[in-house]
C-alpha cells in the first residue's frame, strides 16, 4: 500500500495542470474585461472611429452578403422539402409556410449567417489585425499617438454589431423566398397556402428576437477577431492560430449566445 | 532631453534591461549598440510608452513616461518621430497615405498635409512615390519612407530601431546620410540603436554600448574607437573572441 506522501505526490502534476489552467483562464478573462473597459473608454474619440465605420460597415455587411445569402437560399429549399417530407399526411402541407419562416427568422437565419461569418468576417479581422500586429504597425499607429481601440477595434465591432441584422434580415428573407418556391414547385402548394401558413403563428417578437440576435453575434464575433488579432504573437505561425481560434472560439460563442437568448427570451 | 533612470524591464523570468541609465541632451544623436537581444529595442519602447517599465523611469523633458495616462501619452508621442526597424509601414495604405495619417491626427488641413508629405518625401530622394503600395518598395525605400514618415511629423525626437539592419552597404550609407541630413536640416535630438558600427561611426554625437541590461560605456565616437573595456572592444572589432 502507497504511503500518503506517495499517494498525493502521485496527483501532484495533474493539480498542478488544473491550477495551471485556471490560473490562465482567469488571466484570459482579466484580459478581455481590461480590452473591453478600453474599447469603452475609446468610444469618445469619434472623430478618429467615425470616417472608419463606414468601411468597415461595407467589408462586414455588403461584402459578406453573398456568402449569407447563398446559404439562406440552400436553407430554405431544405427546410422546405424535410418539412414537407414530416407532414406526410398527418399534418395539413400550409404548415411548410409555418415552417419555413419561424425557423428561418427565429434560428437558423441568425445561426447560419452567423456561423459563416465567424468564418469569413473573425477570421479576416483576426488575420488582419494579427498580421499589423507581428509586423509592429500597431506600435506603430500608437507611435503617430493614435490609439489602436479607436482606429481598429471600435470600427470593427460597431459595424459588425449593426450590420449583421441586416446581413440576416437579407438573409431570413432569402430563405424564406427559396422555401416558397420549392413549396410552389415541388410541393404543389400554392402561394395562397404557403403565405397562410407563414402568418399563422406569426408574432413581431419573431422578427426582433432574431434580429438581436444576430447584432449580440455580430458584436461577439468582431470583439473577438480584435481581440485575438491583436494579441497575436510570433509572425505567420502566430497569425494562423489566431485565424483558427477566432473561428472557434467565436462558433462556440454563438451557440452559446443562441441558447442564452432562448433562454432569457422566449 | 531624454534619459534612462535605471530602468528595468523583464520578459517572463529573463531579465533584459536590469538598471539601464543613459542622458540624452537636445539636438545631439547618440547611439545605442549591442549585441542582438541585449534589449536596444526595448530600451527604446520604453520612451514612447510602448513598454511599461518593470522599475525606474524614462524622463521626457521632465515628464516620466510610465506615469502619463492617455493623453499625456498621446501628447508625449506627437512630439516623436520612431523608425521602426521593418518600417511598419501601413500596407494598405499608400505612401501619401503613411505620411499624412500621423498628420491628420495632429489635426492639420488637407493642403498643408499635402505640402509637408511632398517635402518630407524630397528629403529622402523619393519623390513621386507618394502613390505607390508599400509592397511595390525595395526594403531600403520602405525605410526611407519609414524615416519620412518621421520627419513630416517634424518632431522634437527622432528614434531609429536598427535602421540600416538588413541592408546592402551602399543603401546603408544612404540611410546614413539621410539621418545625418534629418539632424543637420530639422536639429533633432535622434537615438539610434544599431549594431551596424560604420553607421554608429557615421550618424553618432555619443555611442553608448549596452551589455547584460545595464550601460557599458559612453563616449563619442573617438572615445569607443579608443577604449580599453574588453567587452566593447570585442563588439565594435567585431571579433568572434
Redesign the interface.
Known sequence: MLRPYYFWSSFSPVIQSIGRRSISAIEAVGRVGHFVMDTARALPDVGTWARLLILQMRRVGVDSLPVALFIAAFTGVVLALQASYTFTGAVPLYFVGTLVGKTMMLELGPVLAGLALAGRVGASMAAELGTMKVTEQVDALETLAYDPQSYLVIPRVLAGTLMFPVIVAFAVATGIITGWLTSLVLLDLSTQDFIKGLKLFYVFKDVWFGLLKSASFGFTITLVGCIVGLSTRGGAEGVGRSTTRTVVYSAILILVLDAFWAVVLL | MIEFQDLHKAFGEKPVLQGFSLKIRDAETVVVIGYSGSGKSVAL?HI?G?LHPDAGDVIVDGQAVSTLD?DGL?RL??G???V???A????SMTVADNLA??LR??GLGEEEIEERVREALALVDLSGTGDRLPAELSGGMRKRVGIA?AIA?RPRYILYDEPTTGLDPVTSAVIDRLMVRTREHLGVTGVVVTHDMRSAYTVGDRIAMLFEGRMRQVGTPEEIQRTEDAVVRQFIEGRAE
Open positions: 519602447k514612447v510602448l492617455r498621446t508621442r506627437q516623436i518621430g520612431y521602426f526597424q521593418f511598419a509601414l501601413f500596407d495619417l500621423g491626427r495632429r514618415r511629423l
